[in-house]
């Protein structure tokens, strides 16, 4: 289960993170580690596109990465569909806590 104290320490991950790759931006690690706290906050676009630029970076990771913005590319069209269904943010949470 999400808890206050989880999502706020994961907020200031995803920030930290986030400045990193304005910092360092042929660091591949600082847009990994973008890619991991987005995809937690369920920013899956936002998400698969670090990642996208982590492979740009670092070709080799290709092979790993490639299923995983495949996966979040389809939660981002569930949710999308969901969302556009009348589901509400709760039920879209339990969902996807329960998916996971």
């Known amino acids: 289960?999400?808890?206050g104290l989880y999502e706020y320490a994961l907020l200031h991950a995803t920030q930290d993170s986030l400045r990193a790759?304005?910092?360092l931006p042929q660091y591949t690690k600082a847009w990994?580690?973008?890619g991991d706290s987005l995809a937690e906050l369920r920013k899956f676009k936002e998400s698969a596109q670090y990642y996208q630029k982590a492979m740009d970076l670092d070709d080799s990771l290709a092979e790993a990465l490639t299923p995983l913005i495949a996966r979040l590319r389809q939660s981002q069209q569930f949710l999308d569909q969901a969302r556009?269904?009348?589901w509400s943010e709760d039920t879209l949470r339990l969902a996807l806590d329960v998916a996971a």
């Open 21 to 23: 790759t304005q910092l």
């Open 84 to 86: 556009s269904d009348g």
């Open 32 to 34: 990994l580690r973008a």
């Open 1 to 3: 289960h999400r808890h």
